[in-house]
């Protein structure tokens, strides 16, 4: 069973992916090859299709800064909920708008799913209202 520090760890070293530049390493040390992405948008529901998305969104804000704002861990069923908040400038386009040029500000909740100190599981919703 994965502790309440390790899903802690997990969670706030995953949303560091979401800050520019991505380290890709991390990414591919952090999911795993089996990861289902609940939340896919449109692309296929895999690791490969999440890192699609992530690469589009760091292109169209490529000074991209992500933080957590609060973690709620359920250890028994390794999971962790992520509300997070960040912002970047619209230098490309980005669901169907831009550039902007406008430092914007995002936010969302995320729910990942842990298994063997791996994600293997992924949810979540953003607010990208300040953008359109």
Excluded: Y
Aim: overall charge negative.
């Amino acid at each position: 069973m994965t502790t309440r520090a390790e899903l802690e760890h997990i969670a706030t070293k995953w949303i560091t992916l979401w800050c520019a530049p991505v380290d890709w390493h991390l990414f591919d040390q952090l999911h795993a090859e089996n990861f289902v992405d609940g939340s896919s948008a449109g692309r296929p529901a895999t690791k490969d299709g999440f890192a699609q998305g992530l690469a589009e969104f760091i292109r169209a804000f490529p000074d991209l800064h992500t933080t957590v704002e609060g973690l709620m861990i359920d250890e028994s069923r390794s999971q962790v909920a992520v509300r997070w908040a960040a912002q970047g400038t619209n230098r490309s386009r980005f669901f169907g708008i831009g550039p902007t040029n406008r430092l914007t500000p995002i936010m969302g909740i995320e729910i990942i799913e842990i298994q063997d100190g791996r994600i293997i599981r992924r949810w979540g919703e953003w607010d990208i209202s300040a953008h359109i």
